[in-house]
């Protein structure tokens, strides 16, 4: 979790990034703004804070392996060193993204680079870089008083609930690229790649939020794509198997895919077909998994939406399955018409 009771935003800096494809320019701005006002402060930090609900760490590389190559990082680990570079070596940023900044769908919009003091990450103490860009602005109306008489306008700004695009660096574990947040909301597909990969160069941490996480897809992954064409199974028999699964991440303290692959899967072909496809899986995507961590309660809850054990018939009916397969039959009738059969002892 990150909490920021004590933390505090002694100074920031603000660019524009215009999109190079149409020819849009970047500014740059002169100076850094130093904040001395309590209320902007506060204002500040919610918006750099709160929307890491579930914090999923990553960390700097290059496409070499040589963490050092990567730019981001490098500006990064010179603001540390000393923060008083921060307005000087927020300019090398901002003119970095931009040339990356060359995809026809990517907006134009307003760069902000800020210092943060003390800000508590896993029960550490540290210091943070935000890098945000605004590429979508809100309308608001504001209500002015002048004794009995009341005034309506309306502006455009910032919302503190809403962000495009963000990225926190924080000052630890530096050997490994540091520990870094980033998001995208307004973009998807190919041009989202920019933010995460083209500019900023990130990949996953392997903790176990990240372990987790992905043993968890993995299984959902090799139910879709390996097992149904491998046994036929219906749709009750593939949301028993994510039923069980959520059984054994939610009441396990610790994964061993051993132990996982013989509860998911009764026939010993089944659990070599998963090992195999987990193994395929990790040298696909470029990851390594251990055989066995401790199990991210955050990750589960993050992923609850792939255990939806959730059969759709038709646009007439929805059966949730949440326990014994064996108590529901699939079947047809002399008139070739499917059906579902369901036992049960009690109705509620």
Known sequence: MIFYSEATVPQLSIHYIGNKADNELAQYSES????????????????????WKTPEF????FNNGEVQLNPVFQYAKKIFQDPDLLHETSISIASYLYEKSAHPNIKSGDLLIAYLHDVLVDDELI???????????????????????????????IALNKIDKAALIFNTDEEHGFKVLSLDRSNRGQEALYWKEHFLGLTPKTNDFFQTKQMIQITKSFVDERLKPLEEIDK???????????????KSEDFSQTEY????????????????????????????LEDSFPISNAAVKQQNKVFKSIIKLDKNFHIYVHGDRRLIEKGKDEDGRKFYKIYFDAEH
């Open 32 to 51: 850094s703004i130093y904040i001395d006002d309590a209320d902007l402060m506060q204002a500040l930090l919610t918006y750099f804070i709160n929307s």
């Open 58 to 61: 990553h960390q700097f590389t």
């Open 127 to 157: 210091d943070a870089i935000a890098i945000f860009k605004s590429e979508n602005k809100d309308l608001f109306l504001t209500m002015n008083w002048d004794q009995k008489t009341a005034d309506i306008n309306q502006d455009m700004g």
């Open 236 to 250: 009750s028999e593939e949301a028993a198997i994510m039923h069980r699964s959520k059984e054994f991440f939610q």
């Open 261 to 288: 692959q013989e509860k998911m899967f009764q026939e010993p072909q089944v659990q070599q077909a998963f090992e195999e496809y987990v193994s395929e899986y990790q040298e696909e995507n470029n990851i390594q």
